[in-house]
T-cell receptor, first 110, second 114 residues
């Protein structure tokens, strides 16, 4: 199964943009890139997903490299409520399963 | 609130025992996924059911089994429990079993084996 690599932790100032990187160099052509986040004592929460093109939704943007070997989750204006562990994960269209990375713990500084 | 419910919230049991964790997916969702989250292993996929049929199996131990019932709720059975089975168990649901579908996670069941 393809794996993802993320920095262990990142910090951001409140109201500034945050770019969370993810490397998935062994991704296959049919794997979807998913991002979830998890607040303390809660289940993971869906953020965004994509296959090849960049995606935007009300929570974030997802920028996918042309070769699909990396992606970046973009939070446009970090708030204190965005402090969480962000997981970059791959859904194998043929394997029907989501494989999570180890996650990036995002701290937001007021 | 994701719309996915899990019971019980907490479970404390002894080694060698058997427990059943229950998950009710969001209304209309046909896929149910089970995950185990521990400090050392992170979030690990266990098993995926779609409309009552097993679709994919991950690193699920032989002591663990699951099923999805006609009303689409799912149960994860853990038997011959060991200390190392202590973890958070999450279920998630999606409307399809395809890669383009977001998964909605329940609040989890915290299992402690003593």
């Amino acid at each position: 199964d393809a794996k993802t690599t993320q920095p262990n932790s990142m910090e951001s100032n409140e109201e500034e943009p945050v770019h969370l990187p993810c490397n998935h160099s062994t991704i296959s052509g049919t794997d979807y890139i998913h991002w979830y986040r998890q607040l303390p004592s809660q289940g993971p929460e869906y953020v965004i997903h994509g296959l090849t093109s960049n995606v935007n939704n009300r929570m974030a943007s997802l920028a996918i490299a042309e070769d699909r070997k990396s992606s970046t989750l973009i939070l446009h204006r970090a708030t204190l409520r965005d402090a969480a562990v962000y997981y970059c994960s791959l859904y194998g269209a043929g394997s029907y399963q989501l494989t999570f990375g180890k996650g990036t713990k995002l701290s937001v500084i007021p | 609130d994701s719309g996915v419910t899990q019971t019980p919230k907490h479970l404390i049991t002894a080694t060698g025992q058997r427990v059943t964790l229950r998950c009710s997916p969001r209304s209309g969702d046909l896929s149910v996924y089970w995950y185990q989250q521990s400090l050392d292993q992170g979030l690990q996929f266990l098993i995926h059911y779609y409309n009552g049929e097993e679709r994919a199996k991950g690193n699920i131990l032989e002591r663990f089994s699951a099923q999805q019932f006609p009303d689409l709720h799912s149960e994860l059975n853990l038997s011959s429990l060991e200390l190392g089975d202590s973890a958070l168990y999450f279920c998630a649901s999606s409307d399809s079993g395809l890669g383009g579908a977001e998964q909605y996670f329940g609040p989890g069941t915290r299992l402690t084996v003593t």
